[in-house]
């Protein structure tokens, strides 16, 4: 099989070698695909995907304002 990687996806592989993670780039693309496969395998419960948000940090408030109801005429 022949693969075609882009100009970043090499550099990635190359500074994943250089660091000493992997070994080859053939390590780089077992260990991409065993992840995969564990990601797909369990599913992800409410509380990890909070955790995996982009907006883990940020400070959101998700509370409502009290309804302290309004005047109507009947």
Do not use: Y
Request: charged fraction near 35%; glycine fraction near 4%.
């Amino acid at each position: 099989m022949t693969i075609e990687l882009t100009l970043e996806q090499e550099r990635i592989i190359q500074e994943e070698i250089k660091s000493g993670h992997f070994h080859s780039p053939d390590d780089v693309l077992e260990h991409a695909l065993a992840a995969l496969r564990e990601k797909n395998r369990q599913p992800r419960t409410l509380v990890q995907f909070f955790r995996e948000s982009p907006f883990v940090g940020m400070e959101m408030k998700f509370e409502r304002s009290q309804d302290i109801g309004r005047k109507i005429e009947l």
